[in-house]
């Protein structure tokens, strides 16, 4: 691997005024690093976010639930709050790859990385959540992009999610038995104005489901028709027809847990 310089800030002031010319913000290293050693992803100056308090936490604010960037997807699962509030995305949480991919990986390192068959890009899809950052906030409806592209800025730093809190929240996902990724995800969220569904694993990149929003709504599943898009996924994991597919029937299971 090249040689970098790496750099420890203690503040986000410190953080963001080091970001310049090739440099990455480190989170978990769990995707950043790999890339890295092989050769993808060419980095002079690594910023590691992991001393910085202000990215760190999770609590209620209102009607949302706001976990801070740097919080692992293990304080997730376990967090008392979340596992009272939004139950559903402790469960999400705790479903994230292996022991050791949920004591490293990182909420803002998911959100910002948006892999396609990620789980935490549905969760804040559905929850209609805002991506916070040092310019500014982005709705989750415009800040996923397609595969691996996000609306963050060149060297603009997520500092927390604030997922809203919805009547009740459930994900479904089929995993790759390997990586624990998402084969298809479905994440759907009930709100006082109706549902949210958001779709991961299947397609170039988490979207809503706007059909299956308007069939829950109306209490008409039965006719909603098979998942439809140009950019289905297919490869040697799964076809694209079979990704499909997998995605109806993790609505359907998404739809069971959330009414019992
Ligand atoms: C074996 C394995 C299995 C996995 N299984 C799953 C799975 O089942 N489901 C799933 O959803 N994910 C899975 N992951 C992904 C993992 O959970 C991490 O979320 C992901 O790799 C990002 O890692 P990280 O948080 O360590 O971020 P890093 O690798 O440190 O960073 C990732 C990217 O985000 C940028 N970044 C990090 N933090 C910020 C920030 N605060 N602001 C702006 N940019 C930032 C970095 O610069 C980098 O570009 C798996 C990963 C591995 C290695």
């Not at 910023?47 to 304080?75: K, T």
């Not at 396609?116 to 950052?133: K, Q, S, V």
């Amino acid at each position: 691997m090249p040689a970098f310089q790496y750099l420890r800030p203690a503040s986000l002031t410190e953080a963001i005024g080091a970001f310049r010319g090739d440099a990455a913000y480190l989170a978990g290293g769990h995707t950043l690093i790999p890339a890295m050693k092989t050769g993808l992803r060419a980095v002079e100056r690594l910023i590691d976010l992991s001393a910085i308090p202000d990215l760190s936490g999770i609590e209620r604010r209102g009607d949302r639930m706001v976990v801070g960037a740097m919080v692992r997807h293990a304080a997730v699962a376990h967090s008392p709050l979340v596992q009272a509030t939004i139950p559903g995305l402790a469960r999400l949480a705790a479903g994230i790859g292996d022991p050791q991919v949920r004591r490293r990986g990182t909420l803002g390192g998911s959100l910002a990385n948006n892999d396609p068959a990620a789980d935490y890009p549905a969760a804040a899809l559905a929850l209609d959540a805002t991506i916070e950052t040092d310019r500014g906030t982005h709705l989750a409806d415009d800040f996923f992009q397609g595969m691996f592209a996000t609306a963050l800025a060149e060297g603009e730093l997520i500092r927390a999610v604030a997922f809203r809190i919805p009547q009740a929240f459930a994900y479904a996902k089929f995993r790759h038995p390997a990586s624990r990724y998402a084969l298809a995800g479905v994440a759907v969220a009930r709100f006082g104005e109706g549902p949210r569904v958001a779709v991961t694993g299947v397609a170039a990149g988490v979207f809503r489901w706007t059909e299956a929003e308007r069939a829950i709504a109306a209490g008409a599943l039965a006719s909603l028709g098979p998942l439809e898009r140009d950019d289905l996924i297919g490869d040697l994991h799964a076809s694209a027809e079979y990704r499909a597919h997998l995605a109806r029937v993790m609505l359907e299971r998404a739809l069971e847990e959330l009414v019992r």
